[in-house]
C-alpha cells in the first residue's frame, strides 16, 4: 500500500524531488537566515520547465493540468516554500495573460515567460486595499494611447526581480459599484515612472522579496492593458488569485510534509525516561493528528485543483483547499517545535524555519477569514431554499 503522503504523484512530482533533495535541501538554511535570493535554485527551476509548466501548449508551454502543478509545488515547499512562492505569481500571471490577454499580448509575453526571462509578479494589494481589493486607489488615466499611472503598491511578491507585473488600477475611479472601475495593465518594470522603493521585512518567506512599489506616472502603453478592454480587471486579478491558492494550499501541504517528516524521525531518535519519545502516548498522539490531518489537506488540495482542471471558477472548493491546508500546516509545524522540545526552538534545525513559514500562508492570497466568506456566500447561493 503506497504511502499516500509520502508517494510522489507522478513522474514530474518525483523529478523536482529528487532535485530538492540534491540541489535545495543541502543549501536552504544558509540561503533562509541570509535572507539570500537563489538565483542558482531558479536556473534549476527553469532546467525543470517548471516556468513554463503551466503555459498551455498551444502557446509553447507544457500544459500540464493543476493536478499536476499542486504536486509539483508541495514538492517545492516541502524543501523550501519561498520557491513555491517564486513560482506561484509567475504562474498567476502566466495564467492571466494566456486566458483574458489580446493576442498580441500572448505573442509578446508567453516566450518570454516560458523561457523565464521575465518572471511574473502580482501587484494589487495597496496601503489602503489589501482584503477590500475594490479600495485600490492607484489611478490609470488614459492620454494620448497611453494609460498615466500613479499610486502605490504593497507586498509585491517577486516586486525587485519580475520582469512583468499584473498591475490592478482604478481606469474609473468614480464608477460605482467600485469594481467596475477596475482595470488590469501588464507593466514592465522598465517603464519609466516604476520604482521599488523598498523591501518589506517579513518573519518568514525568506529569499523572496516583498516590495513596496512607488508610481509616478508611469507611461503604459494601451496595448498592454490585460484584454484590451476596461473595467475587466477585478474579475481577472481574482481569477488569477485563486490560481494563486492552488499553489498556496499545496504548499501548505509540502511545508506540513517536510514538519511530519522530521517529527516521525526525531520521535525515534530522542530519547526521555528510558524510551524513545515516539513511544510516549502524549507524542504518539501529535503524531497521529499531523499525519491524518496533513493527508485531509493533500486529498482536499489535490480534488480543488482537479476542479480547478474542469474549467471555471472553482472559487468555494480551492478557497476550502487553501483554507484547511494552511491551517493545518500552522498546527503541524507547532506541534514540530513541541515534538523537538528546545532543539526545535533554535536555528540548529529547520523546525523553526517550518513555524514561520506556515502562519504568512494563511494571510497571503487571501486571508483564511475572507476564504470563509467566500465559502459560505457561495453555500447559501447553492442551498439557497426556494
Ligand atoms: C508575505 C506576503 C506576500 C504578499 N504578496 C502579495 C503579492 O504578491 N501581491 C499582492 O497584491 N499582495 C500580496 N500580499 C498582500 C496580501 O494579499 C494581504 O496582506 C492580504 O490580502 C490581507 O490584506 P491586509 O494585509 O490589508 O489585511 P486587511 O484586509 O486589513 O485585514 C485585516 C484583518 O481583518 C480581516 N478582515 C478584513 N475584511 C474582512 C471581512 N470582510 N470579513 C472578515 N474579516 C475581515 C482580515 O481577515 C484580517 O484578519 C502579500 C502579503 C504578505 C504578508
Redesign the pocket.
Known sequence: MPDPIIEPQDAISAEVRRWVDQEVIPVVEELEHKNIFPEQLVEGMKQLGLFELMIPQDQGGIGASYVTYSGVVEELARGWMSLGGILN?HVIVTHLVAEFGTDQQKNKYLPQMSNASRRG?????EPNA???VQAIETVASLEDKHYVVNGSKL???NGRRGGIFAMAVKTDPNTKPRYKGISCLLVEPEFEGFNVTRDIE?LG?KGIE?AELSIDNMRVPQENLLGGEEGQGFFQVLSGVEVGRVNTAARAVGVARAAFEASIKYAQQRKAFGKQIGDHQAIQLKLADMYTNITAARLLARWAAGIKDQGGRADTEVGMAKLFATEVATEATLETMRIHGGIGYTKELPVERYFRDAP?MM?????N??QR?IIAKNLLQRYALD
Not at 509578479?121 to 494589494?125: D, K, N, S, Y
Not at 494571510?363 to 486571508?367: H, L, Q, S, V
Request: aromatic content about 12%.
Open positions: 505569481t509578479a502580482l501587484t494589487i494589494t489589501g482584503s477590500d507586498f509585491v511578491s517579513k518567506y516583498a504568512g494571510i497571503y492570497e487571501g486571508t477569514e475572507i466568506t
